[in-house]
């Protein structure tokens, strides 16, 4: 969004924020821990208006004045779809005509309060009460206005207006009227976007994010009333979905085991070591590929600490799950380049 503080126009920053890149995403994260300490307040929001301005659409932003200014803004491009965490102490955050005409788009925003505080909305001349758990569906394409008394907290996924009208064919119907927060798709979604936010660089791939970005899709879908149709076809991608996510928490918490298999994941899931695999197919990556990679990254991590000069390169080869140390050799020198010793600290 375009941010901009009252007073005089600034000049221009370089924009101060963390890129994380993968081969499919890259996610900003930026926070106003960021900026330089020694700026007071208005000049610190400044300079959070001029490096927010590239990062999404225009909006004008206003502090609340009985408190230091704090923000932070967390944003994730995902095959078409957009999952924004953001939050501080904003009074107000309005999308204006002139901020719409300075930057137009007219993609659906769905808003998810994740504060402790009701968030008011207006848009098209309806004023409504976001409570956290709540959701709230607008358009970037009309002047809407938030109000947040002194803390705003939130999670939004940014659709565009076909995609989404293709399941809810009845959209904008729904726009500038409360969420149905008992809906248990609406806090699906807000722990799936929270799950989201909270990948970070924890490797991504193409494949990976359409099942992510689908996901999304389908929670959103459900949230707002989706056709019986489009319903039906939510709800069964969102089951393999929801096993995708469970497989790879699993295989994240057991790659270290020696003897970590499907056979084995699968006796902890619940689930064949069958249905295991397709998924993991249909996602990218095999299971061992995934296994291998977590446990290279690990055992890598380990040879860069203080602690890795100390320790023998079978020792780090065994914590991080590999039985056999000439194979850790040399499927470490394939991935890094290196041999584990040239690695060490």
Known sequence: MELQAAGPCQARSDAVFLEIQGEAMSAVVFTSDDLPAHLDDR???????????????????CRADDQPFRAH????????????????????????????????????????NRGTAPIGVCQRGSDLVVAPGQAHLSTNGEAAEIRAGARCDANTVTVGRDRLRALVGDAEDLLARPVDAGHPAVRHLGRYVESVVGLGDAGRDAALDRHVATTLLDLVALSLGAGRDAAALARARGLRAARLQDILSGIRSGFIEPDFSPRVLAARLGLSPRYIQDILHEAGPSFSERVLDLRLNAARRMLASAAGPRLKISEIALACGFSDVSYFNQAFRR??????SQCRG
């Open 335 to 340: 991935r890094f380049g290196a041999s584990p």
């Open 73 to 112: 803004f967390h944003w994730a491009p995902l095959e078409g779809l957009y999952v924004t965490q953001f939050g501080g102490t904003f009074s107000r955050i309005a999308r204006t005509s002139s901020a719409i005409a300075r930057r137009p788009d007219d993609d659906f925003c769905i808003l998810l």
């Open 43 to 61: 000049a610190r929001l400044a300079r959070w208006n001029e490096t927010f301005e590239e990062l999404t659409c225009s909006a004008d932003y």
